[in-house]
């Protein structure tokens, strides 16, 4: 059977980056501990959520690949014997830069990188200020654990990525996410949200019959502009198998380490009972190419 341990950082930030890169290390050695041989990290798990507000200053916090933080994580990934899945602001060259996912084989080497494809620009995810969207395409990543399909974020809401990843072979989909509560939502529309997320990532799994790992920062990240209050990030860092079943999923209001077995080995009986690739009528699927369909 092809199963293994995946372990999921999810972590509460501070502008102590140095504190912050401890914890992370800290978490990871923990993961390794309890068997996992993949863990995933957050969406920019080095620092603050810096996108709330737009501030050429924060450009700084950027660095090229490879570079401090790729070494930083070779050699944790190294040292635990585990495939990592870590998330940087990548400065490729003055004035481009990207929300780049870099995966580590148990090697320390680096397998391969995601550029995020598509940027969000909402109140306080004012991500298009900082990010250029991906030129690489949605190419899964080979390693010693498997073939990954890393996308980041935003990435989540968008059923085509998935499905690409998965046409690729795919045996898994995994989203560094940081997503959370604006203060003045009500309980009933945080709610909605919180089970949107959930729902739309589950419904990959379903989909394309592989597991999901979606791995979400928690904890409240003030607005430096002080124009909000902030961004509760929700946490709910949750595995789901191939028919979108629950796994584990963690708390909202905490910093938590989960360790998960997953069963790569099931997808295949899963795709036989609901054979999706099988029916997709690739003949009539032009339109999605297009933005909008008009009459």
Not at 183 to 195: C, G, M, V, W
Not at 252 to 275: A, F, G, K, M, Y
Request: aromatic share 10%; with cysteine.
């Amino acid at each position: 059977m092809n199963k293994i341990k995946v372990g999921l950082v999810q972590q509460a930030n501070t502008a102590d980056i140095r504190s912050n890169l401890r914890r992370l290390a800290q978490s990871i050695e923990a993961c390794a501990a309890a068997g996992a041989k993949l863990v995933v990290l957050q969406e920019l798990h080095n620092s603050l959520y810096f996108c709330q507000t737009e501030s050429t200053d924060v450009f700084d916090l950027a660095e090229p690949i490879p570079g401090p933080s790729t070494g930083f994580y070779s050699e944790l990934a190294s040292a635990c014997g585990v495939v990592l899945v870590t998330s940087l602001f990548e400065r490729r060259a003055p004035g481009l830069y990207h929300n780049t996912a870099v995966v580590f084989d148990r090697d320390g080497s680096v397998a391969g990188k995601y550029r995020k494809m598509h940027i969000p620009d909402d109140p306080a995810y004012y991500e298009k200020f900082y990010f250029t969207p991906g030129d690489i395409g949605f190419e899964p990543i080979q390693t010693s654990v498997g073939k990954l399909g890393v996308l980041v974020c935003w990435d989540q809401w968008y059923p085509e990525a998935a499905r690409l990843m998965a046409l690729k072979g795919a045996q898994m989909l995994i989203y560094p996410t940081a997503i959370g509560w604006e203060s003045s939502d009500t309980d009933d529309e945080k709610a909605r949200q919180l089970n949107a997320w959930i729902i739309s990532q589950r419904a990959h799994a379903v989909a394309n019959g592989i597991p999901v790992v979606a791995v979400n920062r928690v904890g409240h990240e003030p607005d430096p502009s002080g124009q909000t209050n902030g961004i509760r990030f929700w946490g709910n860092s949750f595995v789901a198998g191939p028919q979108g079943e629950l796994l584990a999923q963690a708390a909202n209001d905490r910093p938590e380490n989960i360790v998960v077995e997953v069963d790569l080995e099931r997808s295949e009986n899963v795709r036989r009972w609901w054979p999706f690739l099988r029916d997709r009528r690739i003949d009539e699927y032009g339109g999605l190419t297009k933005r909008f369909l008009d009459e």
